[in-house]
Nanobody, 117 residues
Framework: QVQLVESGGGLVQPGGSLRLSCAVSGSIFSIVAMGWYRQAPGKQRELVASIIKGGSTNYADSVKGRFTISSDNAKNTVYLQMNSLKPEDTAIFYC???????????WGQGTQVTVSS
């Protein structure tokens, strides 16, 4: 029973920054990857960034150079540092954890990010 709790969302002006946090608890030993997804109103959920066990990271083209995903193993927390935010970044951001066997995906409740135009 893995639980993910996101925090750090809010309202920010274009060009501003936010740092999202995702605290993970439960069977963390089964997690092989973590990711941040976002979903704008009327749009499908899309992968923003991921970090694989071992440290490899991947980013959507739309956020490369602006967003950074990282993890703090001691705190069992994953972060998404978002810089140079744009109005089109506005969405609910969800933390995801992929575990094995399955694989099975666990999701946080989401945190709203709004970049005013």
């Amino acid at each position: 029973q893995v639980q993910l709790v996101e925090s750090g969302g809010g309202l920010v002006q274009p060009g501003g920054s936010l740092r999202l946090s995702c605290a993970v608890s439960g069977s963390i030993f089964s997690i092989v990857a973590m990711g941040w997804y976002r979903q704008a109103p009327g749009k499908q959920r899309e992968l923003v960034a991921s970090i694989i066990k071992g440290g490899s990271t991947n980013y959507a083209d739309s956020v490369k150079g602006r967003f950074t995903i990282s993890s703090d193993n001691a705190k069992n927390t994953v972060y998404l540092q978002m810089n140079s935010l744009k109005p089109e970044d506005t969405a609910i951001f969800y933390c995801n954890a992929r575990g094995v066997p399955g694989p099975i995906d666990y999701w946080g409740q989401g945190t709203q990010v709004t970049v005013s135009s």
